[in-house]
């Protein structure tokens, strides 16, 4: 079953430090999504892709924040500086065309100490 | 505020009983909706969809109901095992502009199944 792959799967970083996650979608979802879920809350979405460009970066905190698909295939979150309040669950989901299909990767947890 | 919210943060029921997790949404505009299933440190995972053309679609022990009238989706989870204990989220997509669309999820619903 074809799956959304994402890393690191735990990441551990002091504030102000930079920090990176990585996620492969689906082959063949021209859609790419970054979200961020807070323990005990629903994932929120951050940026999304529609091949390389973005469609979406309404809730991207863009001061320290920044993504990009390059290549329109796999796609790479940035935080630099990391603060406190960013540590949570890095989500990337990929669709197909219209939303559907969409599938969620494992995650990354970020924790900044 | 979220469009799309449940209506019970918590759900406790005995093994092998029937589920119900109820969530409402606000957008007229949604077309589409998925309910994920996510266990502790685990990405969302996908459960069943329906769009907003169908009021009702059955899976393997699960059935989602769509009600148009009055915004509400459910989530009914048939013979209830240990292993279906889990958060549950309804998801709707919103399409805005030429967008393709993306998903505004709710809080979710805590499902603790007692043996």
């Known amino acids: 079953e074809a799956e959304v792959a994402q890393s690191p799967r735990y990441k551990i970083t002091e504030k102000s430090q930079a920090v990176a996650f990585w996620c492969d979608p689906i082959?063949?979802?021209?859609?790419l999504y970054w979200y961020r879920q807070i323990l005990g809350q629903g994932p929120e979405l951050l940026v999304q892709f529609q091949d390389e460009s973005v469609v979406d970066d309404s809730q991207l905190p863009k001061d320290r924040f920044s993504a990009e698909r390059l290549k329109g295939v796999d796609s790479t979150l940035k935080i630099q500086p990391a603060e406190l309040g960013d540590s949570a669950m890095y989500l990337c989901?990929?669709?197909?065309?219209?939303?559907?299909?969409?599938?969620f990767g494992s995650g990354t947890r970020l924790t900044v100490v | 505020g979220e469009s799309v919210g449940l209506h019970l943060p918590t759900l406790s029921v005995q093994e092998g009983d029937n589920s119900i997790i109820n969530c409402a949404y606000s957008n007229s505009a949604s077309d589409y909706f998925i309910w994920y299933k996510q266990e502790s440190g685990k990405g969302p995972q996908f459960i069943i969809d329906?769009?907003?053309?169908?009021d009702k679609r059955q899976g393997q022990r699960v059935t989602v109901l769509l009600n148009k009238t009055v915004k509400h989706l459910s989530l009914q989870i048939a013979a209830t095992q240990p292993g279906d204990s889990a958060v549950y989220f309804c998801?709707?997509?919103?399409?805005?502009?030429?967008?393709?669309?993306?998903?505004?999820f709710g809080k979710g619903t805590k499902l603790s199944v007692k043996p």
């Open positions: 998801a709707e997509n919103i399409k805005s502009g030429g967008s393709q669309g993306n998903l505004i």
């Open positions: 329906i769009r907003s053309n169908m």
């Open positions: 989901a990929s669709s197909l065309e219209g939303g559907y299909g969409y599938t």
């Open positions: 082959s063949g979802h021209a859609t």
